[in-house]
């Protein structure tokens, strides 16, 4: 073939966008939780995370709400948190919700997740710049912009509501943003290193991981909360409602 | 095993647990007692944030106490076994369960033997 018709063979599908959809790790499919202790290499499993260090005046109140949920957990009772609630978690706790998966949806201007617990959704555009902070209005999942790294995929979220509780429910203020780091480390592993800076509440910048394996065949559930018997009682200690016949 | 290897092994398992189900605690049961339930379903709700099994049971005198009884996520409890169709009213189930500690007649479920002779358990990390 001539070069003039490879060059133009080339241009028509980088225009398309075949090219560059080809030179992109493919992240398409559900996610699960990967796990070096289950059969899984140890040394694709996640790092460990990087020490949380808070500013003293939200370290201490944090402290002590986990020293509260601690000593309510040895009374034999579990303090109300917002998911007793069925509201969802938001950024970036749905990245990880106990054993629930994720599935990745990857087009070449928009990469949408979707979690499978609470049917949570965030989409990551691609194409566009990102807005500053005090111009995106404060929501579970903020504003995610995306571009490729190599073959990472860098994603900058910002606008997280206050009572959005962060990575084991540490606070955050309206000045909170999200890098992550989308890479495959193996075919089918995937990870996603997340790192929080939040100038007012933490120290330095807090760094962890999350491990995922693919799951070819596996088929996302439909989560609606629509049968919640939780409740919180007067003591602010979540208990269930049962059926009188 | 020493005591405290014990203790560290209840641990972790009791965290691993946990992790797997993500929404709550069981602190509102009594994890370290168990009830053995025969009875009738009369409601089996496949349900989000939790499933419950809805159920009549009789006492030796004839009379029937109603119990609800919790279960996994749809989600999780696909994943040891269970379908939407795993039970319908009417049917004759033994249900081992960990009661509430406030004394209603309500748990958590332990294991379930269905009519056909199955038995399973409450999701992964707790297999029957």
């Known amino acids: 073939m001539?070069?003039?018709?490879?060059?133009?063979?080339?241009?028509?599908?980088?225009?398309?966008?075949?090219?560059?959809?080809?030179?992109?790790?493919d992240l398409n499919g559900v996610w699960g939780i990967y796990?070096?202790?289950?059969?899984?290499?140890?040394?694709?499993?996640?790092?460990?995370?990087?020490?949380?260090?808070?500013?003293?005046?939200y370290a201490k109140p944090y402290e002590a709400r986990r020293a509260m949920e601690a000593e309510a957990a040895r009374r034999g009772e579990q303090l109300a948190n917002r998911s007793v609630q069925c509201l969802p978690y938001g950024m970036p706790t749905m990245m990880s919700v106990a054993i629930y998966p994720v599935e990745i949806v990857q087009t070449p201007k928009q990469?949408?997740?979707?979690?499978e617990a609470f049917s949570e959704v965030r989409r990551i555009y691609l194409d566009r710049p990102q807005e500053k902070i005090e111009d995106v209005a404060p929501g579970y999942y903020g504003r995610s912009i995306g571009h490729w790294d190599g073959d990472?995929?860098?994603?900058?979220?910002?606008?997280?509501?206050?009572?959005?509780?962060?990575?084991?429910?540490?606070?955050?203020?309206?000045?909170?943003?999200?890098?992550?780091?989308?890479?495959?480390?193996?075919?089918?592993?995937?990870?996603?290193?997340?790192?929080?800076?939040?100038?007012?509440?933490?120290?330095?910048?807090?760094?962890?991981?999350?491990?995922?394996?693919?799951?070819?065949?596996?088929?996302?559930v439909e989560f609606v909360c629509d049968n919640n018997r939780e409740y919180v009682d007067e003591k602010g200690v979540v208990r269930m409602k049962v059926q009188e016949k | 095993m020493s005591k405290a290897a014990f203790r560290n092994a209840c641990a972790g398992l009791l965290l691993a647990v946990l992790s797997a189900w993500g929404h709550h605690s069981f602190s509102m049961f009594d994890m370290s007692k168990q009830v053995t339930l025969n009875g009738t379903v009369t409601d089996f709700q496949w349900t989000n944030p939790h499933s419950y099994i809805e159920i009549d049971v009789p006492d030796e005198k004839g009379a029937v106490k109603h119990w609800s009884i919790e279960l996994g996520s749809p989600s999780i409890l696909q994943q040891s076994g269970w379908r939407f169709s795993s039970l319908k009213k009417g049917d004759k189930v033994t249900l081992v369960i960990n009661p509430l500690k406030n004394g209603q007649s309500g748990g958590f479920l332990g294991k379930a033997t269905l009519p056909n002779g199955k038995v399973l358990g409450n999701g992964p990390g707790r297999e029957p």
């Open chain 1, 2 to 25: 001539h070069w003039k018709t490879i060059t133009r063979v080339a241009l028509a599908a980088s225009s398309l966008g075949w090219l560059t959809a080809a030179a992109q790790p």
């Open chain 1, 35 to 57: 796990r070096a202790g289950r059969g899984g290499d140890p040394k694709l499993s996640a790092p460990a995370p990087g020490p949380l260090v808070l500013k003293p005046e």
């Open chain 1, 111 to 115: 990469i949408t997740v979707i979690a």
């Open chain 1, 152 to 220: 990472s995929l860098a994603v900058d979220t910002v606008g997280i509501k206050t009572s959005v509780a962060g990575y084991r429910g540490m606070p955050h203020s309206e000045q909170m943003r999200i890098s992550e780091q989308f890479k495959l480390v193996a075919p089918d592993v995937l990870h996603d290193q997340i790192t929080i800076e939040d100038p007012v509440v933490l120290e330095k910048p807090f760094t962890y991981t999350l491990a995922y394996k693919r799951l070819p065949n596996y088929e996302m």
